[in-house]
């Protein structure tokens, strides 16, 4: 069974830039949430997808924006990229709506805003 | 204002000790899972709870949701320079969704 898979690990980009993150979930999940996490702080919030619809959102502005495929991959956009933007951005699946709601982790994909 | 407040914030203590790590909100959670993450990697779970008094172990961990469904505490016994993370907690509230909140973090070290 894959384990959440996320790209690229790494990424610097300049300020006023837009950016994508993609993420592939675990077999068998169909939703995908995205989360950020600064340095030395818990992850946050930003939106949530099930069967490729947005199925909630944190306190993050439009400028955040996501997809969600047929085949429940995921992407998140980040437009207007700020200093602040740079974090660890998570992506965690999990299986059908209902249950403990457990979600899974990807590693991350670290990106650097200059 | 943090819904999730984690104590301590951070923690260092000699291989062997026992320590504990509180979570606390003022809010109702409908469940609460543990987290453990090392540097440059994402969270893994480590528990669920879901019934208020409950209590899990794994290995030399301890879980315990309080009976109100507002807290939970993390107990490792004799830990090990293997313990060494960050360990989050994360609530879902019934109104929520299945969006987690996270707590702040506990930073552990285990020095050998």
């Known amino acids: 069974e894959t384990g959440v898979t996320q790209s690229p690990t790494h990424l610097i980009k300049t300020r006023g830039q837009q950016v994508t993150l993609r993420c592939s979930s675990q077999?068998?999940?169909?939703?995908v949430s995205w989360y950020q996490q600064a340095l030395g702080q818990g992850p946050q919030f930003i939106f949530q997808y099930y069967r490729e619809e947005e199925n909630g959102r944190g306190n993050f502005p439009p400028r955040f924006s996501g997809l969600q495929f047929p085949n429940y991959s995921s992407e998140l956009n980040v437009n207007a990229l700020e200093l602040d933007d740079s974090a660890l951005y998570l992506c965690?699946?999990?299986?059908?709506?209902?249950?403990?709601?457990?979600?899974?982790f990807g590693p991350g994909t670290r990106l650097t805003v200059t | 204002t943090q819904l999730l407040e984690q104590s301590p914030q951070f923690l260092s203590i000699q291989e062997g000790e026992n320590l504990t790590v509180y979570c606390n909100s003022s809010?109702?959670?409908?469940?609460l899972q543990w987290y453990r993450q090392e540097p440059g990697e994402g969270p893994v779970l480590l528990v669920t709870?879901?019934?208020?008094?409950e209590v899990k172990k794994l290995k030399r961990l301890t879980f315990q949701f309080g009976d109100a469904r507002k807290d939970s505490s993390l107990h490792i016994t004799a830990a090990q320079p293997g313990d060494t993370g960050l360990y989050l907690c994360a609530g879902r509230i019934r109104t929520s969704g299945s969006r987690l909140t996270f707590g702040e973090g506990t930073q552990l070290t285990v020095n050998p």
């Open positions: 809010s109702v959670f409908s469940s």
């Open positions: 965690a699946s999990q299986p059908e709506w209902g249950g403990t709601y457990e979600q899974y």
């Open positions: 077999s068998g999940h169909n939703t």
């Open positions: 709870v879901v019934t208020g008094g």
